[in-house]
């Protein structure tokens, strides 16, 4: 290659204003990581500003979390709020099989 490939790692682009322009817009992150349209949206960013040769998908590690049956919440001071914490193997065992809907 001519050049070793560019990407970036961002924090949820909070630094970009057209992404806080949007959150303000949108103020439930989970609309936000959850809503096809929006991910896309806030995924193409940080290209449309810097041109990277990459794009990282935008999403949270706790998106799958409904499909297994556990409920949360994000707040945007505390962060996310489980409304039953797993803390034993036999909470484990009780969640739901993974269902791909929701």
Same mark, same amino acid.
């Given at each position: 290659? %001519?050049?070793? &490939? ?5 924090q949820?682009?909070?630094?970009? #204003?057209s992404?806080r322009?949007?959150a303000?817009k949108? &103020? %439930?992150?989970?609309?936000?990581? *959850?809503?096809? *349209? ?5 995924? +193409?960013?940080?290209?449309e500003s810097? #041109?990277? %040769?990459g794009?990282? +998908?935008?999403?949270?590690i706790?998106?799958p979390? &409904?499909?297994?049956?556990?409920q949360?919440?994000i707040?945007?001071?505390?962060g996310?709020i489980? *409304?039953n914490t797993i ?5 484990? #065992?009780? +969640?739901t &099989?993974? %269902?791909?809907? #929701?």
């Open positions: 290659v %001519d050049r070793a &490939p560019c990407w970036m790692m961002r949820a682009g909070r630094y970009q #204003k992404y322009d949007l303000k949108y &103020p %439930d992150f989970r609309m936000r990581s *959850e809503t096809t *349209e929006l991910i896309v949206e806030i995924s +193409l960013q940080p290209y810097f #041109k990277p %040769d794009v990282i +998908l935008f999403s949270d706790l998106t979390l &409904p499909a297994l049956g556990v949360f919440e707040d945007d001071i505390k996310p489980l *409304e803390r034993s193997i036999d909470q484990v #065992k009780q +969640l &099989p993974m %269902d791909y809907s #929701k």
